[in-house]
């Protein structure tokens, strides 16, 4: 059963920075397209950045400039380094992971919506405190 799993969650003050990883398992083939989602009490689910399989990446205007998603295939993991850090970037973060046999480019999106995505992870909270 494919797992993804979120870690890296942490309460900091503003200014600061995390990173948080999303490891995969128990795939099969290639992760094609990977985001990253938060969701604040009350809130609705937004995305915040997108990579695929060959590192495009796609960010929020709301963290543009601050938050920087990666991956390193070797470790089936991907990143989302958080710098600059705000009170308004609290929320639970989930990584999101559409596979393939082969990345076609149906497979590879950018675009952060949250129904393209089958697989989820249970999310680490993050909590920034001004």
């Known amino acids: 059963q494919v797992q993804l799993v979120e870690s890296g969650g942490d309460s900091v003050q503003a200014g600061r920075s995390l990173r948080l990883s999303c490891t995969a398992s128990?795939?099969?083939?290639?992760?094609?397209?990977m985001a990253w989602f938060r969701q604040a009490p009350g809130k609705e689910r937004e995305g915040v950045a997108a990579?695929?399989?060959?590192?495009?990446?796609s960010y929020a205007d709301s963290v543009k400039g601050r938050f920087t998603v990666s991956q390193d295939n070797a470790k089936n993991t991907r990143y989302l380094q958080m710098n600059s850090l705000k009170p308004e970037d609290t929320a639970k973060y989930y990584c999101?992971?559409?596979?393939?046999?082969?990345?076609?480019?149906?497979?590879?999106?950018?675009?952060?919506?949250?129904?393209?995505?089958?697989?989820w992870g249970q999310g680490t909270q993050v909590t920034v405190s001004s």
């Open positions: 128990e795939y099969t083939g290639s992760v094609c397209s």
């Open positions: 999101a992971a559409h596979f393939g046999i082969h990345c076609r480019p149906q497979d590879t999106f950018l675009t952060m919506n949250g129904a393209d995505f089958s697989y």
């Open positions: 990579i695929v399989w060959h590192g495009g990446t």
